[in-house]
């Protein structure tokens, strides 16, 4: 009889994938463990592998379709079965009680066509990727870079020096970073270059999509989907607190200067939110839980999930145990989760176990807002950029210009209440404008 090829679950709460590609076709041989379908959830891209040896058939999802999981999505015949032994009807094929967790194709065992990055830029150029020459295992960007400037005389672009923070404002912007100049040192580009840039007169121009439709399916599609119930089901209550970043930022001054004399990088403001964060989550266990079959559940681990703006969605990779860690180990795991979610290079592992989320957007100019939680988590922390602003420092009236970060948690009422909300804000806030607590 076929052997069935079942779409496992990969998350508890997954109804669909979208199938990106067919890695093989129709009637093509397939070995046990070889990687055959690559998939989107709401979370990562991921290559699902033949569960037996045999010829591909009955293929009854598309590219581009969304399948269900734990449904079979085609067949393997053995040697000696016949295809007239595969039902054709989506609805007679077989289901499984209990799904097996997805089993990622392992780097080696077969070589992966392309890097998303590489995917996305090859598309854009019309490029077909079995043209491009690499000598990895992979095709990357640097290669797709390469392939262009020879075929059509397109030179790479080369990096300009530039802060997290210009980069991300240009890209708000819709600046190509590579057009602004620099007033940092070596000509780096700051964010106040970035925003002068902005303010200069343009020509108005078309935006691509404009006139255009798209539909919404995979990683967008799952965003929506999960976002919605979250904001259905979870009656969310929202607690905003200024806090005066001064000692925050001095203590970070001292600590780059430190970092730079025995080269490493610099310590970034979601780096110290992440740790100062993690302090005040041990103090606040109704902040660090969830609501699963109508109990609350207090998660021992401290998971900090830190929210990354991708073209095809947001993606929250995940820094496990950030309460066990150091300031400069968690600026290792952000600086390297982040560049994986721009390369599109996440392990289910990195992705995983979140018990709380922050969602920075300062370095995009905006000073407030309010974040949807991240389900099944309860609550989420969003984060504005700093602002200069006279405030009273003492008894006395006294008035001083400080720079001031506004911060908006969400929390599911359910769970948290008002107070617990406030308890955790305040002990987040002292911890923040006097960093020596977190030694204790």
Not at 150 to 170: C, D, I, L, S, Y
Not at 217 to 239: D, F, V
Not at 331 to 339: E, Q, S, W, Y
Request: no cysteine; hydrophobic share 40%; charged share 25%.
């Amino acid at each position: 009889m076929p052997t069935p090829f079942i779409m496992p679950k990969m998350d508890m709460d997954q109804e669909v994938v979208t199938i990106l590609e067919w890695l093989k076709k129709e009637g093509e041989k397939v070995e046990k463990g070889e990687a055959v379908i690559v998939v989107e959830t709401d979370k990562l891209t991921s290559e699902i592998e033949a569960p037996a040896s045999g010829t591909l058939t009955g293929i009854l999802y598309k590219e581009n379709e969304e399948a269900p999981v734990t449904k079979v999505v085609a067949y393997i015949l053995a040697e000696g079965e016949s295809p007239a032994d595969v039902p054709t009807d989506k609805a007679a094929a077989p289901t499984t009680e209990k799904p097996e967790t997805a089993k990622l194709a392992v780097e080696g065992e077969k070589p992966v066509k392309a890097t998303p990055v590489a995917e996305r830029m090859a598309a854009q150029m019309d490029i077909k990727l079995d043209q491009v020459p690499t000598s990895g295992r992979k095709v990357t960007k640097a290669d797709i870079e390469s392939f262009a400037k020879g075929q059509f005389g397109v030179e790479p672009r080369v990096k300009v020096p530039a802060t997290p923070a210009a980069r991300a404002a240009a890209q708000a912007q819709g600046l190509a970073i590579e057009g602004i100049s620099g007033s940092g040192p070596r000509g780096r580009v700051q964010q106040a270059d970035v925003l002068a840039a902005a303010k200069q007169p343009k020509p108005a121009v078309a935006s691509p999509l404009a006139g255009s439709s798209k539909p919404m399916i995979g990683m967008r599609k799952r965003i929506a989907e999960r976002l919605t119930a979250s904001y259905q089901n979870a009656p969310h209550i929202y607690l905003t607190v200024e806090v005066d970043m001064s000692a925050a930022e001095a203590s970070r001054k001292r600590l780059n200067k430190l970092a730079e004399k025995q080269g490493q990088p610099s310590l970034s403001i979601t780096t110290l939110l992440v740790k100062m964060v993690a302090w005040a989550l041990k103090r606040h266990p109704y902040l660090n839980a969830s609501l699963i079959s109508d109990e609350i559940n207090f998660w021992e681990d401290v998971n900090i999930g830190v929210a990354t703006a991708l073209e095809e969605g947001l993606i929250v990779p995940v820094i496990h145990g950030a309460d066990k860690l150091s300031l400069s180990q968690i600026n290792d795991h952000v600086r390297t989760l982040a560049g994986k979610a721009r390369e599109g290079t996440l392990s289910r592992e990195e992705i995983d176990g979140g018990t709380f989320t922050i969602s920075n957007l300062g370095m995009y100019g905006i000073t407030s807002f309010t974040a949807i939680i991240n389900p099944p988590q309860s609550a989420i922390l969003a984060v504005g950029g700093m602002v200069r602003k006279p405030i009273v420092i003492d008894d006395r009236d006294t008035l001083a210009v400080r720079p001031i970060m506004t911060m908006t948690l969400s929390a599911d009422h359910r769970i948290v209440d008002g107070a617990n909300a406030a308890s955790f804000l305040k002990d987040l806030v002292s911890v923040l404008e006097t960093p020596e607590l977190a030694l204790y």
